[in-house]
């Protein structure tokens, strides 16, 4: 069966990833998210891993290391999820809002599927999206190494943007941190059943 590699992103002290009022820092919360979303999945029965247990950064290498190496542990079965909140330009608050996916610009059909999946369950959860050019592609094209240098279908999710003040409160409600890991959730079991 498909196993579920979790990435956390950055580490708990990795500086700039927070709110502007640092009530929400980002690697403290998906790694919240996470592990809410390894419990979920295990209620649903689908195997994960946790690749970034730690709570400091960990080198982006030693990440798809690590997912490439579990990969083929589970004989070519897994998908990989790295969790973020996203930011916008400057050091305050901003307007800028919504879930969205990132994709490597060499994404697989596979990848470009698990975030369609994402997006349409996160609309289901009432969540806010944005879409790279409109309406054409629900992800946004990177040079991202967890993605681009990792050999399963992986996505990187921007859950919420942390420089926007009604975003952070409701992701640190708990009816937002219980609709983000249920859309998550909701998405893997599509795009592995």
Known sequence: MTKVLIDNGHGTA??????????????????????????????????????????????????????????????????????????????????????????????????????????SAAEEQGIPVRKWNGDVVPWWPQNLAICRDTVMPAVLVEMFFHTNREQVNWALCPEGKARLVVAIADAVCRFIM
């Open 14 to 119: 990795t500086k700039g990833k927070r709110s502007p009022d640092g009530r929400l820092i980002e690697g403290v919360y998906a790694r919240e998210v996470a592990r809410r979303l390894a419990s979920v999945l295990e209620e649903r029965g689908i195997p994960y891993a946790l690749i970034t247990p730690e709570k400091e950064d960990i080198a982006l290498r030693t990440r798809v290391y690590r997912a490439n190496s579990l990969h083929r542990q589970n004989h070519g079965d897994t998908l990989l999820l790295s969790l973020h909140s996203d930011a916008a330009p400057g050091t305050g608050w901003s307007q800028a809002s919504g879930f969205s996916v990132r994709l490597s610009q060499n994404a697989s059909q596979r990848s470009k599927t698990l975030a369609r999946c994402l997006y």
